[in-house]
């Protein structure tokens, strides 16, 4: 047997029997896909409204509190606002693409949803079936493609719109999106080697015993992507409304600028629903003796809508309390930082996984392993570069600092012909010089 045949044959080990789902009746299928539909823009309507009261809980404001119980339908009223709010196309616009653009950024937002695992096999008028409107060998990989493509329409509105502004927020938001979804993947991986498999279903049966969240790097750094990935603070970088006024929706109104706001939320609901399906045990309870048995019939459901709704939470969390990075700041993060340890990561992941499932004589490899931990224990310890780089920053320093212009000597009040004249020490007669530090300057 080759080795490449090996390693197809170890991916598929942890595939799930879903053919349960392929047995479904075509209205059962249709049925699954309006609760999947509808529950998603429940979600956003409630995300707004949650977002709204929990940062005005944080900052000691009232919130809304107008439009239904305790102002719980304030979005609903927004939405319908908007919808009602004149819909204007500007006179330099490529008008169909500008009118397709939101529709490309939402609908992948509904799509992405398909693949994931709501609970276990129910019964439903008298089928059984799965709670998931559909599962695939690479679901994960339709995860990511799905989520993907929404950046196309982020990017065709920038361009549409025949401005500037919003043409420099689809630029950043291409950037922005690229450089996090290549973190994003490299997430995935560790917990593709542990699960031996891609479907999302399978995933979640493989943390019976134990969640991903233990590969706490590999969740970290999808927690780090998922954030810059749905453009929110601290990565609002596409939408900045202080260089941007905007972003790439500038030139959008009425029911088309409610689809890029549809969009966002879906999106902050999708990435919520991917890290509790790779790394939170999906449905699953917490492997806790005593909750084992609420792993079966529709309370399962009950624990994904909760870890669902901690993701968002710590969505509202950071908006509330970090500000905006730079943006140079947040490309440097990415591709200097994330992408690094995510591929140091997986290498370890790999090769400890390896090890464990194939290396019976383990002293070499321990051995091997405290040789590597003690050369870099006496590399940071001497640390020869990293001495050399602060003695260059601190000279860079010392030198900045002399040939500033000093202050020493100030004239008071400056002549007539101006700075120039200052610089040049022109008209002494007039002027009468204050060191530095005299206290209140006084005319002569």
């Known amino acids: 047997m ?152 982020l990017i065709l509105s920038g361009w549409s719109s025949g401005s500037t502004y919003p043409l420099l927020g689809s630029l950043r938001s291409a950037a922005q999106i690229i450089s996090y979804e290549v973190a994003m993947g490299l997430a995935f991986v560790a917990v593709f080697i542990y699960a031996g498999t891609l479907s999302t279903a399978g995933i979640v049966q493989s943390q019976h015993d134990w969640w991903y969240v233990a590969l706490l790097p590999s969740f970290v750094l999808y927690v780090i992507a998922m954030v810059g990935e749905t453009n929110r603070t601290p990565f609002d970088l596409p939408e900045a409304e202080g260089e941007l006024v905007g972003g790439f ?75 905006r990075l730079r943006y140079d700041q947040f490309m440097a993060f990415g591709w200097k930082v994330l992408i690094p340890v995510g591929l140091v990561w997986v290498c370890a992941v790999a090769t400890f996984r390896a090890y464990q499932q194939h290396v019976t004589d383990r002293t070499p490899w321990l051995i091997g392993f405290g040789v590597v931990v003690g050369i870099l224990l006496i590399i940071a310890i001497i640390d020869p570069g990293a001495a050399k780089a602060a003695r260059e920053q601190e000279e860079a320093e010392r030198e900045r600092a002399e040939s500033a212009p000093s202050l020493e000597n100030i004239p008071w009040p400056p002549p007539s012909g101006g700075p120039a004249r200052v610089m040049a020490g022109l008209d002494k007669g007039n002027t009468t010089v204050i060191p530095a530090g005299a206290g209140p300057r006084q005319e002569s």
């Open 2 to 153: 080759t080795g490449t045949s090996t390693l197809l044959l170890a991916a598929n080990v942890g595939d799930p029997d879903t053919s349960v789902l392929t047995d479904d009746p075509f209205w059962l299928i249709l049925l699954k896909a309006v609760v999947v539909f509808g529950f998603l823009l429940v979600m956003t309507l409630f995300s707004i409204v949650f977002e709204r009261k929990v940062v005005a809980k944080m900052q000691q404001r009232i919130g809304p509190n107008r439009h239904g119980p305790r102002g719980w339908l304030q979005s609903l009223a927004d939405g319908v606002k908007l919808m009602l709010k004149e819909d204007i196309v500007p006179a330099l616009a490529d008008k169909p693409i500008f009118i397709l653009a939101p529709i490309i950024s939402a609908v992948p937002a509904f799509v992405a949803f398909a693949c994931i695992p709501f609970g276990p096999e129910v019964s439903i008028f008298g089928e059984r079936t799965l709670l998931q409107l559909a599962d695939l060998p690479v679901g994960v990989l339709y995860l990511l493609a799905a989520a993907s493509i929404g950046v196309y329409g």
């Open 249 to 323: 929706h500038t030139e959008y109104s009425s029911i088309k600028f409610a689809f890029f706001f549809l969009a966002e939320y879906i999106n902050m609901v999708t990435v919520s629903a991917i890290a509790t399906t790779l790394f939170l045990g999906g449905w699953q309870p917490p492997p806790i003796p005593g909750l084992s048995g609420l792993d079966h019939g529709w309370f399962p459901l009950i624990w994904f809508v909760a870890k669902l709704l901690a993701f968002i939470f710590f969505f509202i969390w950071l908006r509330g309390t970090l500000p």
